[in-house]
């Protein structure tokens, strides 16, 4: 069976040639004799795949030495306290931006060790627009969950203090998280923190303290080097700019489709919209099935459809979809 095009958030689609190079290498790797699965995370041949990883991160992102890189465990809502655990360093409250499902959740866990101030917030619009004007940004580290834009296009690591993001996205299979947090920001914990939170006890044990995820590190790491290959996070930021410009035209184009988010506010990587009529939604979920499109229906907070489309979505499944969409207008509109 040919592949289809898979739009879910995450999980998400891999490229297919890095899927095919792990499937090459899947019981031998690189003729020592098992699989990546299968090895010490302290033996040469892991140490070789989880440094070239780390090396091929900090190229693409252009990461200052400043930075520590940690491939951890936890996914990003695990990030949510460890945020506040590593960053308040004796400060009592933290200033947050509340955008929606997500920033509610880190929110939540950070009013557990701290006073928060929602200092914008995008709820007063349902979440379609983020007001300009916002007191937020005194001279305070930024941290910024990168989950779904991370890898998509050029950003300056510099101005934050931390990032990270869930790798389920455009990085590589659940279960790893990366975090790249400025050096001087850790090392002091709010005191009775499980070790597992430290990024500083991460960071000392390059993210070996415990077992790390072997497996999502070394498809990380296959996926940078096609990023690389592919010309980086310029020519990502090109493709993908183009892929989410065509699919809002299609969609602010058409009476039948409505996507509610303020033009300054829009993600090229997840894209929601709607049917006129949702009564329609089961058939168009089930057509688009039949035609290789899956995984389109949207958060369940939200309803109507989703389309994630990461860097591994090729440019040939958003136009499949959008002419899916066209012709559906067509016939049911
Ligand atoms: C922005 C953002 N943050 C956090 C999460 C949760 O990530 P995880 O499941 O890795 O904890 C997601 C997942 O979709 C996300 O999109």
């Not at 899947?26 to 995370?41: A, F, I, L, P, R």
């Not at 020519?235 to 009476?255: F, Q």
């Not at 995984?295 to 591994?312: D, E, P, Q, W």
Request: some cysteine; overall charge negative; glycine content about 8%.
């Amino acid at each position: 069976m040919s592949r289809i095009y898979n739009f879910s958030a995450g999980p998400a689609c891999l490229p297919e040639a890095v899927l095919q190079q792990a499937q090459q290498e899947m019981t031998d790797w690189q003729g020592c004799g098992m699989s990546v699965m299968e090895m010490s995370h302290r033996g040469k041949e892991f140490m070789s795949i989880a440094a070239q990883a780390e090396a091929d991160l900090r190229e693409l992102m252009a990461i200052p030495d400043n930075y520590k890189v940690l491939f951890l465990q936890g996914g990003a809502s695990a990030q949510f306290s460890n945020v506040p655990v590593n960053l308040l360093r004796g400060k009592k409250s933290a200033d947050y931006i509340y955008t929606g499902q997500w920033s509610k959740k880190a929110i939540a866990e950070a009013k557990r060790f701290c006073d928060v101030n929602v200092a914008a917030s995008a709820e007063a619009s349902n979440f379609s627009v983020l007001p300009a004007q916002s007191e937020w940004c005194g001279d305070v580290p930024l941290v910024a969950d990168l989950s779904s834009t991370i890898l998509s296009r050029p950003i300056d690591v510099s101005k934050f203090g931390v990032i990270y993001a869930g790798a389920q996205k455009n990085i590589g299979p659940a279960g790893l998280t990366v975090v790249i947090v400025r050096d001087d920001l850790i090392g002091e914990t709010v005191p009775g923190m499980p070790v597992l939170c430290d990024y500083k006890i991460m960071a000392d044990n390059d993210s070996m303290y415990n077992t790390p995820p072997t497996y999502g590190w070394y498809l990380a790491g296959l996926v940078f080097a096609w990023l690389k290959k592919n010309g980086g996070l310029s020519a990502m930021a090109e493709v993908n700019e183009r892929k989410a410009n065509k699919l809002y035209a299609a969609i602010d184009d058409s009476d039948f489709y409505a996507n509610p988010i303020d033009l300054n506010c829009r993600s090229w990587m997840n894209v929601p919209f709607t049917l006129a009529n949702a009564e329609l939604d089961a058939t168009f979920l089930s057509e688009a099935k039949a035609a290789g499109l899956v995984t389109l229906k949207g958060h369940r907070s939200v309803g109507g459809m989703r389309a994630s489309i990461y860097n591994a979505m090729p440019e040939a499944g958003v136009d499949a979809l959008i002419s899916f969409m066209a012709d559906f207008e067509k016939r049911q509109g």
